[in-house]
Nanobody, 114 residues
Framework: QVQLVESGGGLVQAGGSLRLSCASS????????MGWYRQAPGKQRELVAT???????NYADSVKGRFTASRDNAKNTLYLQMNSLKPEDTAVYYC????????WGQGTQVTVSS
């Protein structure tokens, strides 16, 4: 069992920045792929970014150049640095880890005001 706890969400004005954190109960060194997803009201959950154990990243087109995913294996923590935020980035952001199955955090709300 992997328990994930997100933090760092909040209310920010358009153009601002936030950094989300996801603390894992298990060592993430062996977790091949971790990621961030988001779900806006009335919409399906969508991929934001993934990062492999080797540090390779993949981003949704809508966040490329603005968001950066990283992982600190020593702290068992995943991060998402979000810059140049837009109102359309408003959503609940979820941390994900895939081992033999998907694990999800409880989510953290990000609200971007115009």
């Amino acid at each position: 069992q992997v328990q994930l706890v997100e933090s760092g969400g909040g209310l920010v004005q358009a153009g601002g920045s936030l950094r989300l954190s996801c603390a894992s109960s298990e060592t993430i060194f062996r977790i091949v792929i971790m990621g961030w997803y988001r779900q806006a009201p009335g919409k399906q959950r969508e991929l934001v970014a993934t990062i492999t154990s080797g540090g390779s990243t993949n981003y949704a087109d809508s966040v490329k150049g603005r968001f950066t995913a990283s992982r600190d294996n020593a702290k068992n923590t995943l991060y998402l640095q979000m810059n140049s935020l837009k109102p359309e980035d408003t959503a609940v952001y979820y941390c994900n880890a895939f081992t033999t199955r998907d694990y999800w955090g409880q989510g953290t709300q990000v609200t971007v005001s115009s």
